[in-house]
Nanobody, 125 residues
Framework: QVQLVESGGGLVQAGSSVTLYCTASGRSFSSYAMGWFRQASGKETEFVAAIDWSGGSTIYAPSVKGRFTISRDNAANTVILQMNSLKPEDTAVYHC??????????????????WGQGTQVTVSS
């Protein structure tokens, strides 16, 4: 099992950048495919990005591709979401999530077994 804690959110202006971190505790972090999801107030959970166990393969939602970058540091048990050119519509609670060990990349939130509590990102216009 793995526990996930997000950090790095806050209030920023449109056009600026924010870096989110997800730190994992537990064993075998490097065997987990990881994802970032977000949920805006009153809306459903939305896939943002995912990365495989090695960091060699990534996928993104069309709405963030070219602006957001997901990466990982397995030595530090950390997944990072670099968010650039932020827009007001990026405002949401951002959650990181982990799939079961050995699983491949996935976009569906139901495919992820472990979730963090989330960190709020608010983008003002």
């Amino acid at each position: 099992q793995v526990q996930l804690v997000e950090s790095g959110g806050g209030l920023v202006q449109a056009g600026s950048s924010v870096t989110l971190y997800c730190t994992a505790s537990g064993r075998s972090f490097s065997s987990y495919a990881m994802g970032w999801f977000r949920q805006a107030s009153g809306k459903e959970t939305e896939f943002v990005a995912a990365i495989d166990w090695s960091g060699g393969s990534t996928i993104y939602a069309p709405s963030v591709k070219g602006r957001f970058t997901i990466s990982r540091d397995n030595a530090a048990n950390t997944v990072i979401l670099q968010m650039n050119s932020l827009k007001p519509e990026d405002t949401a609670v951002y959650h990181c999530a982990a799939r079961y060990p050995g699983s491949r990349l996935a976009r569906g939130d139901a495919e992820y077994a472990y979730w963090g509590q989330g960190t709020q990102v608010t983008v003002s216009s």
